[in-house]
């Protein structure tokens, strides 16, 4: 069985440009967060969708979005980059939204904004 | 807003020593998570707890949910057990709106 698959794995942006990254939840698992991850703050909760629905949301400003499509399958955009947003984005799936659900994550997106 | 509080930051040992690793948290939750992260950025969830003890080889994770605090055990440790190992709490159960500890790098020197 497939594993969480992100693309693309690395990538630089430079500072104003918007970025788009992709995730692939394991086969049949329909709940799908996402996270990033940098030296100074760890990792922290971006967001999670169950069923093209937003179900939850981290503190992050609003140029962080995403969305989930019908077979599973996500997007999260960053517009108008800042070199702050320099980081590891990583992508997880479960089966269902809420308690008593393992999570699997991907390899994770590096990106680097110059 | 959660508080998650991870024990010790850094911790080497030798092979074959018995690893504790802790993890303290500040509200109530309904799950808690144990993550893996080699190097490279890649994550393996190696237990989700909700009370009570697992274990799955050498591994063990324990909660108590009346302290608010978990620790993870590592029997007869191997340098590939060489990782951070992070703790994360959930309000909600599952990935909802997880809240993370700074990790606990783990180095064991054979």
Redesign the interface.
């Known amino acids: 069985k497939a594993g969480v698959t992100q693309t693309p794995r690395y990538l630089i942006k430079t500072r104003g440009q918007q970025v788009t990254l992709s995730c692939s939840p394991i086969s049949g698992h329909r709940s799908v967060s996402w996270y990033q991850q940098t030296p100074g703050q760890g990792l922290q909760f971006l967001f999670e969708y169950f069923s093209e629905t937003q179900r939850n949301k981290g503190n992050f400003p609003g140029r962080f979005s995403g969305r989930q499509f019908s077979n599973s399958r996500s997007e999260m955009n960053v517009s108008t980059l800042e070199l702050g947003d320099s980081a590891l984005y990583l992508c997880a799936s479960s089966p269902l939204w809420g308690a008593g659900n393992t999570i699997y994550f991907g390899e994770g997106s590096w990106l680097t904004v110059v | 807003k959660n508080e998650v509080e991870q024990s010790p930051q850094n911790l080497t040992a030798q092979e074959g020593e018995f690893i504790t690793i802790n993890c303290s948290y500040s509200v109530g939750i309904?799950?808690l998570?144990w993550?893996q992260q080699h190097p490279?950025?890649?994550?393996?969830?190696l237990f989700?707890l909700?009370s009570g003890k697992k274990k799955h080889g050498r591994l063990i994770a324990t909660i108590n949910i009346q302290e608010k605090h978990s620790s993870l055990h590592i029997t007869a440790s191997h340098p590939r057990d060489s990782a951070v190992y992070?703790c994360?709490v959930?309000a909600?159960?599952?990935?909802?709106?997880?809240?993370?500890?700074?990790?606990t790098h783990l180095i064991i020197q054979p």
């Open positions: 309904s799950a998570h993550l490279g950025g890649g994550i393996v969830s989700m909700s992070i994360a959930s909600g159960g599952g990935a909802d709106g997880l809240t993370f500890g700074k990790g």
